[in-house]
């Protein structure tokens, strides 16, 4: 995922004590309205829920026991996803109608210069759980309430080790989507994702069959893991959701990357973009879809979809991969492995 897992240098200049940052020279003249990582602007989560440590099969235990190789397409309480062969990526298209704004060290020097106020740079940053120290916008007591779930039914998601736990939040009610990694393997598995609400608490289990024979899925690397990396909404409830793997420079060409629309209750797929066009999370505007792919090895570019189709409709090459994209009303901001971007919408 563009190498976002090792990127501690973009993270730390990221990191920050409180809300908001004043008075240093990359917020000067800004006022006290810029955010740069002060997370979810909701209440401070519940303490820790004891969700899957009763013994039942929901939640938690479920995530965690059932694994890519159990038959989670007849598992009482998981919406399995049927998924469409995805297309080749499309490759070279018209460049996006959007004009490069800024270039900077990082998110807030580049929004000193576009003189940007009041966003919040974390909406889409992803994470992984055995990692979470490194992600801005995840408050301690929310970090203690998954990793705890998460030992209670089983796992122990410090250790480094697969299979591994990611973390997106998307949405106005910054709902979360937690996926337990399935191991590329033999080419068939299936990814297991717990959709919560902002203070860690399950409503939903889905499961995402994918395969080698049936959709031409391919990480290039028998011991790559996958999961579901990121989450987005748009103004409609539409949920979208990025599936690939962190691996790069494998044997073979890597065929992952996607963006998977689905209805509001992660239900049915209404869409499945090409390949190779996502490995962050996605930003929803106009009828369009703006997300980015790249890292070691492969060209990195920020592409452009079609919100009702998945059809790709330009694509902007990058100086670097990107981490992450953030929505900041007029303008689009790229968290990149060296340094960052922003867009201006027309």
Same mark, same amino acid.
């Given at each position: 995922?563009?190498?976002?897992?090792?990127?501690?240098?973009?993270?730390?200049?990221?990191? /920050?004590?409180?809300?908001?940052?004043?008075?240093?020279?990359?917020?000067?003249?800004?006022?006290?309205?810029?955010?740069?990582?002060?997370?979810?602007?909701?209440?401070?989560?519940?303490?820790?829920?004891?969700?899957?440590?009763?013994?039942?099969?929901?939640?938690?235990?479920?995530?965690?026991?059932?694994?890519?190789?159990?038959?989670?397409?007849?598992?009482?309480?998981?919406?399995?996803?049927?998924?469409?062969?995805?297309?080749?990526?499309?490759?070279?298209?018209?460049?996006?109608?959007?004009?490069?704004?800024?270039?900077?060290?990082?998110?807030?020097?580049?929004?000193?210069?576009?003189?940007?106020?009041?966003?919040?740079?974390?909406?889409?940053?992803? /994470?992984?759980?055995?990692?979470?120290?490194? /992600?801005?916008?995840?408050?301690?007591?929310?970090?203690?309430?998954?990793?705890?779930?998460?030992?209670?039914?089983?796992?122990?998601?410090?250790?480094?080790?697969?299979?591994?736990?990611?973390?997106?939040?998307?949405?106005?009610?910054?709902?979360?989507?937690?996926?337990?990694?399935?191991?590329?393997?033999?080419?068939?598995?299936?990814?297991?994702?717990?959709?919560?609400?902002?203070?860690?608490?399950?409503?939903?289990?889905?499961?995402?069959?994918?395969?080698?024979?049936?959709?031409?899925?391919?990480?290039?690397?028998?011991?790559?893991?996958?999961?579901?990396?990121?989450?987005?909404?748009?103004?409609?409830?539409?949920?979208?959701?990025?599936?690939?793997?962190?691996?790069?420079?494998?044997?073979?060409?890597?065929?992952?990357?996607?963006?998977?629309?689905?209805?509001?209750?992660?239900?049915?797929?209404?869409?499945?973009?090409?390949?190779?066009?996502?490995?962050?999370?996605?930003?929803?505007?106009?009828?369009?879809?703006?997300?980015?792919?790249?890292?070691? /090895?492969?060209?990195?570019?920020?592409?452009?979809?079609?919100?009702?189709?998945?059809?790709?409709?330009?694509?902007?090459?990058?100086?670097?991969?990107?981490?992450?994209?953030?929505?900041?009303?007029?303008?689009?901001?790229?968290?990149?492995?060296?340094?960052?971007?922003?867009?201006?919408?027309?």
């Amino acid at each position: 995922m563009a190498r976002w897992i090792a990127t501690l240098s973009t993270i730390a200049a990221l990191l /920050c004590v409180g809300d908001v940052l004043a008075g240093s020279p990359s917020s000067a003249g800004l006022g006290a309205e810029l955010r740069l990582a002060a997370g979810p602007q909701s209440p401070a989560p519940a303490p820790p829920s004891k969700t899957g440590s009763t013994g039942d099969e929901t939640g938690y235990r479920t995530l965690v026991q059932a694994g890519s190789e159990a038959s989670l397409e007849t598992h009482d309480g998981v919406v399995v996803l049927d998924l469409p062969r995805p297309a080749p990526n499309p490759g070279p298209q018209p460049d996006i109608a959007i004009t490069e704004a800024a270039r900077g060290p990082d998110l807030s020097a580049v929004a000193g210069q576009i003189g940007l106020r009041g966003y919040d740079t974390t909406a889409g940053e992803p /994470c992984r759980i055995d990692w979470i120290v490194r /992600c801005a916008w995840v408050p301690a007591g929310l970090a203690q309430t998954i990793t705890e779930a998460l030992r209670d039914a089983g796992a122990e998601p410090s250790r480094h080790e697969a299979p591994y736990f990611y973390l997106s939040r998307f949405g106005p009610a910054d709902r979360l989507v937690i996926s337990r990694s399935a191991p590329f393997g033999n080419g068939t598995f299936t990814i297991l994702s717990a959709f919560a609400d902002r203070d860690g608490r399950i409503g939903s289990l889905v499961a995402i069959p994918v395969s080698r024979a049936d959709h031409g899925f391919d990480t290039g690397d028998t011991d790559a893991n996958v999961a579901v990396l990121a989450a987005g909404q748009d103004e409609d409830g539409a949920i979208y959701l990025t599936i690939d793997t962190p691996t790069r420079c494998a044997d073979r060409a890597r065929k992952a990357g996607l963006v998977i629309k689905t209805d509001v209750d992660v239900a049915a797929v209404e869409w499945v973009g090409p390949f190779n066009v996502s490995d962050t999370n996605v930003v929803a505007r106009d009828g369009r879809i703006y997300t980015a792919s790249g890292g070691s /090895c492969e060209k990195d570019y920020l592409y452009e979809l079609d919100a009702a189709t998945g059809a790709v409709t330009g694509r902007n090459v990058l100086p670097t991969s990107a981490d992450f994209l953030v929505d900041a009303g007029d303008h689009l901001l790229l968290d990149l492995y060296e340094g960052a971007m922003a867009f201006a919408f027309p």
